[in-house]
């Protein structure tokens, strides 16, 4: 019996717990073809899938191109300067050409929110999302949970400190609500200008001080502090930032035994994440980008059988 | 040829006159009369309201400069079959109305080809970029009715101060599109709120239109202007409104069907037929709206009717236009909303508010059925049951978020100087 009947993933906020945990459980299964000495399964032999990266990612598109090469899957990558969007045409536009191309499924990364969800209404096609503008990540967030579940074996109780712009951060999103689906207990930390009170209604706690929680938390998740941003006036400056709530080698020695220190990339060391730190006993950053291309290929895995059952 | 109609035996709603009775009204020669012309089409009102013609002082018509969206032949036809027998033209078309040739223009294309009747609007700066006032004297002269800069807010307060004080001269109301740009910024998308927060779209929070309409309140009462407030859609903008109005300060308000009808909940599959400016906002902001309207703080209701092509709306969130078109649904929504679902006023009241109340800010000879005035009159059934389908609107735009609604309440005819310009049947 499957959990899963989704021919698209575009957020965890309508994701229900068996079904994060049923992809969850699938990557376990993924995570060991990257451990064979031939790491490719026929899993998605005679599929293509696109990359269609119209904003920028270097990390994200070349673990998702992984994945599906490790399905055996054929793999197209448009990125958004190699397209027909940088010329004008509109995004629905171009996902009917791909569609009239018989492509299978289509990994979108666009700044708009909620662009994966307008191609996913449609398109027959397996839309997954990598990233739409502040709105979701989820496979970052799949990752993540999947990280905090392999290294401490639970997620029922655990308490995740995320760290910093949260207001913008996709990854946040997806974080909270497949953290909070699983039982874990989410903090915000940061500036209230960068983390809004309407989160308490997802879920989370908010705090603006970091020492006073810290040495709680069994996860600390710190986000890439995002240098655009400072021009909008939400934080002073880098350097104040890094005094509030960057996680350097004192805060660091606060931490319990076990507790995990994770970071989506790119990391800026000296600002929110010391380098001795990112490289030190707590840090699971590596672990993430490997547990990574497990759970996309779980996804595509997931979402291509759905999709080629409508497609019967 | 003369056009003359005696409508029978219908509830006659004048809030001009306070009539509320069951009787007669006539038109001889395009204008109302104390008695009925012989020989005149007789039409059976029995069981049914008969108002004066209603006035939407807010209506983008889209040309000249945007005919695939719409024309001045569809809006006003668009119009008639909302129960509108008078609309009042936004200046933001392209080019901007911001001189007279562009009035005289639009009036000619309403005079041509128009099924009701078109006030045109002139912009309060030129290009509507709130820099420089535009000759709102030669306007005026023109025909305007109003100055905005609709779509736009000027953001210069002492600009916005002198285009106040200007307008005196003219007796013309200066209609604003309150909104701060500095809190809400120009990738502002929808209300700042719990579901901006979810969805990963950048905030417009209630705060920028009310610091706007504190600034307005402020500006009539130190130039002694008419401003008017257009799509009301936050709690303290109606809180400002009714304290400013309770000292007499001559500051006015509307209020549009989406903003009473819908909260920002509906975004959340990202359609872009609920994205509109201001954004739709909560349900404590819809009732403070309906308690506007009901305490008279608020005392008209408009449309904002704003058509768009299909291909400009189908398209990623943040990269669709603001608006939705609501000449056709207005007042069925008016009906069900103010009438039978809230309660919040009565249909004298509601009936005000589509007439007299928007002919006065206007200075129209309109939107009563006194003798020897237009003969505009809207023929309603506040009860008629009907289901919205956007494919049978005149209006070239198809972006509604109502589709498919249920409505008890629609103008069944709508007559234009005696001449009917809309019917359906009973």
């Known amino acids: 019996m499957t959990s899963w009947n989704r021919k698209d993933l575009t957020d965890l906020a309508g994701l229900s717990a068996e079904e994060i945990v049923h992809v969850l459980d699938t990557a376990v299964e993924f995570k060991s073809v990257g451990q064979r000495k031939l790491k490719k399964v026929p899993s998605l032999r005679g599929k293509t899938l696109v990359n269609l990266f119209v904003e920028a990612s270097t990390r994200t598109r070349t673990s998702f191109e992984l994945a599906a090469v490790r399905l055996s899957a054929d793999v197209v990558n448009i990125t958004a300067t190699s397209s027909s969007l940088s010329k004008g045409e509109s995004l629905k536009d171009t996902a009917k050409n791909l569609e009239a191309l018989s492509v299978d499924l289509i990994v979108l990364r666009h700044a708009a929110a909620g662009a994966p969800q307008f191609l996913a209404d449609r398109l027959r096609a397996g839309v997954i999302s990598a990233g739409d503008g502040s709105h979701e990540h989820p496979t970052q967030g799949l990752l993540d949970v999947f990280t905090i579940r392999e290294r401490l074996g639970r997620l029922e109780g655990v308490k995740v400190g995320i760290v910093g712009d949260i207001r913008f951060s996709r990854v946040a999103r997806s974080n909270i609500h497949a953290l909070t689906k699983l039982g874990a207990e989410v903090t915000l930390i940061g500036p209230p200008t960068l983390v809004p009170r309407e989160f308490e209604k997802l879920g989370a706690r908010i705090t603006h001080r970091l020492d006073d929680v810290l040495a709680g938390l069994d996860v600390i998740n710190l986000l890439r502090i995002q240098h655009e941003r400072q021009k909008a006036g939400y934080f002073p400056g880098t350097g104040e930032y890094a005094a509030l709530f960057g996680l350097n080698a004192a805060r660091a020695a606060r931490l319990k035994p076990g507790a995990l220190v994770m970071h989506p990339g790119p990391i800026h060391r000296g600002t929110e994440l010391d380098g001795a730190v990112a490289d030190g006993p707590h840090s699971v950053i590596l672990d993430q980008v490997t547990n990574g291309l497990a759970v996309r290929m779980a996804v595509l895995y997931l979402c291509a059988s759905v999709a080629q059952k409508e497609d019967a | ?426």
Request: proline share 5%; charged share 20%; with cysteine.
């Open chain 2, 1 to 426: 040829m003369s056009a003359c109609v005696n409508i029978r035996g219908g509830r006659v709603i004048d809030p001009a006159t306070g009539r509320d009775d069951k009787g007669d009204v006539f038109i001889v020669d395009g204008k109302f009369s104390d008695v009925p012309a012989p020989g005149a089409q007789e039409i059976d009102a029995a069981g049914l309201v008969v108002c004066p013609g209603f006035i939407d002082i807010h209506v983008h018509l889209r040309e000249p400069g945007q005919s695939a969206k719409e024309t001045i032949e569809t809006g006003t036809r668009a119009a008639a079959a909302g129960g509108f027998t008078s609309v009042v033209a936004m200046p933001n078309t392209q080019p901007v109305a911001d001189h007279p040739g562009i009035i005289a223009w639009v009036q000619e294309r309403a005079a041509a080809a128009g099924a009701v009747n078109v006030f045109p609007t002139g912009a309060i700066t030129v290009g509507s970029k709130g820099e420089q006032l535009a000759p709102i004297g030669a306007m005026a002269a023109a025909g305007i009715v109003a100055v905005t800069d609709d779509g736009r807010c000027v953001q210069n307060h002492e600009v916005m101060r002198r285009a106040a004080e200007y307008c005196r001269m003219f007796d013309l109301p200066l209609f604003d599109h309150c909104q701060d740009t500095s809190v809400a910024g120009a990738e502002a998308a929808m209300h700042e709120g719990f579901w901006s927060t979810v969805l990963g779209l950048p905030g417009w929070p209630r705060m920028a239109e009310e610091i706007i309409v504190a600034r307005d309140a402020m500006l009539a009462e130190l130039t002694g202007a008419r401003i008017h407030c257009q799509h009301l859609s936050a709690a303290g903008s109606v809180r400002i409104m009714r304290e400013a109005r309770a000292r007499g300060v001559s500051l006015s308000g509307e209020v549009c069907p989406h903003h009473i009808a819908l909260t920002d909940e509906s975004l959340k599959d990202y359609s872009t037929d609920f994205k509109m400016n201001p954004p739709l906002r909560e349900q404590t902001d819809i009732d403070a709206l309906l308690g506007g309207l009901a305490d008279g703080t608020i005392d008209i209701l408009a449309t904002d009717h704003a058509p768009h092509t299909v291909y400009e709306k189908e398209v990623e969130f943040a990269a669709a236009p603001f608006g939705i078109v609501g000449l056709e649904t207005a007042v069925g929504l008016f009906c069900e909303i103010l009438l039978h679902r809230t309660g919040a006023v009565d249909l004298p009241r509601m009936v005000a508010m589509l007439t007299v109340n928007p002919a006065r800010l206007l200075g129209l000879d309109r939107g009563t059925l006194g003798a020897g005035r237009p003969g505009d009159v809207t023929i309603l059934d506040p009860a008629r049951e009907w289901v919205v389908d956007k494919e049978l609107f005149a209006t070239k735009g198809r972006n509604t978020p109502f589709h498919g609604w249920k409505l008890r309440g629609r103008a069944l005819r709508t007559i234009v100087g005696g001449r009917t310009a809309w019917e359906i049947s009973r």
